[in-house]
């Protein structure tokens, strides 16, 4: 390959116009093929999807690349972190990956893409039934190494080009590739073709062995409580807090409310394991683009997000996930296999011989030995967030949070943990109007959307942290001294506890405490005998009124030492309570059909249980009975107050037993 010249040769995408495919004669080897020339300034492409660092190179000179029409002769260039997306008038698209550049021209026989470096993937998609025809687009990509044929049926083609070979991939549908000598091969869904020193060959199907070189695992706790178990040892002990390089065979378990982050060096995939999870690395490799982690998910939630254009593939006990751009995952351990959501961007299944796309918005369910996995079309988490921000979010144990906007169709989603998003915690395309992320324990999420012409679309952001159950007001204890002034209590949520101080009596042993209802001196409403100078009550033992309390000593034998003077008490509740308060149910209690759900809320607050509005009475109390959603089930309180953020309360119940 020293002395091949620089300029690149290569894969022919051909969409027919034609209803009925006509023979097509043998190609001519592709050294005759010519580079094409700049033409008129007609829009070939239209340029969407941009994320990172992307430039566009016209009339030789580059800028920055804003979305928008291309024409013969520009070219697109991504950097590191860079990507884009050429869609075409037929629906077909092609998407450039980090490092790369594509540059456009035509010919005779329609676009023409110079792929000089880098990964691009050809996408055409099936149309729905009745779905009326766009304007056929010829498209022919340029590599140094062959040219590939796709036809107009549904096809997804991987292109990679290096410095010194090509790899074409396929992922659905068929092709015809023709290397420079013009010999031709023909590969089905799976198979690949590769070209290395000038040669190209066929791998079929499950035949591809690429060698990889072992790399480092860093492990390091992102939340709560971690811990670590060597291959051969026999306790755990606790992640250290600078974090560790795991070793192939080493095993990492959180907590609950805990959760660790693992990256692979030189990659920026990322994996995070949940809260009360735990998994054993068996090894991870890199070779070139392509990166591989191979690991058991013995319990919980495994998230992945996969690095924008790499080859990326996580292996697990009975089946294997490829990603080749952005994508991000979740993956629950079931008792039958795993329950696999993909949140952005599209991956392939691989069990044995079968291989499934899996996109933004869908679930497979994996169980068995082998076998198809079913898809089903996910929904939005029970709490779903819209744009703004501020809004306030308190929790404990709740898996997934959803952002929303009104905009349908193809959008790019970013979330990160600060307002520059130089800290990604999820980026990829999407097709529905909502994205489901992983909830922190605390912290901040910022998230943006833009369209496939790069216009922002929506964005906002949300504040989480655990919720307040250590100031709850039903927890005061108030002090009522003996005296002439009248004491009155001011409570809120529900009445609490209160304690009677007196003077203590030299000859006394105990003291018998009377409380009574205000113009109901017959018969106390509570009575305690003690033998302190103080008297409790427990929180709800006295209700809201007015009350005369008498304390009486006594001696060893009973007898009364001098008569009780009444004094004065007042319960008033106050309902200028400063947050929402849940009394029921509580956090982590066992899930019912219906559960009851209780508290208080600020005065001008309107309160809502996952979505339906609750009423409040006159002192903005609220009791009613509630289905949990989701899984675990949640009760989601969302309180709202004019001119203030949105604050949500959230309650993760344990599930229904047998």
Known sequence: MSNTRPWLLALLLVASGCDEEAATPAPPPVESAAAPDSGPAVELARLEGLSGDVQVERGGKKVPAQAGPLYSGDAVETGSSGAATLSFPDGRSVEVGADARVGVGQDAGGVVLTVERGIVLSRVPAKPAGAPAGKKVALTLLTPFGLTRVGSEPSEVSVQVTKDSGRVEVKLGAIEFVAKDGKQLRA?????VEVSAGQAELRLKGSRRVELEPIDVMVRVGSGRAELRGKDAKRWRSVRADGEVLAPGDGVRTRAGGSVDLALKNSSSQLTLGPSAEMVLEGAGQGGTSDEARLELRQGRLGLQLAQGRESRVVLPGLTLEGDGASRLAVRRTGSGYLVDAQTGRVT?????????LRAGERAVVSGETGEARIESLGPAPLLLGA?????????????????????GEVTVEVATDAEFTRPLLTGTVFQPFVNVP????????WRVKGKDGQEVAKGSAVFAPERLGRDLDRVRNVVPEGLEKTTIFYQDKPPAVTFTYSEEMSAARYRVAVYRAGALDKPVAERTVTEARAALDAGALSEGSYLWSVTPLSETGEQLKGGRMNKLELVYDNSVPMLLVSQPRQGQRSAAKVRATGVAPVNAR???????????????????VEPVGSPPLLVFRMTRPGAPDVHTVRTLKERGP
């Open 349 to 357: 299944l691989v069990r044995g011989e079968t291989r499934q796309p």
């Open 439 to 446: 909830a922190p324990a605390r912290g901040t999420l910022f």
């Open 607 to 625: 309160v809502s249980i996952n979505g339906r509005p609750a009423s409040l009475d006159g002192k903005h109390r609220f009791d009613t009975w």
């Open 188 to 192: 089905s869904e799976g198979d690949s």
């Open 388 to 408: 703004g921000d501020g809004a306030e979010v308190y929790h404990q144990d709740m898996p997934e949070v959803a952002f929303g906007w009104e905009k349908e």
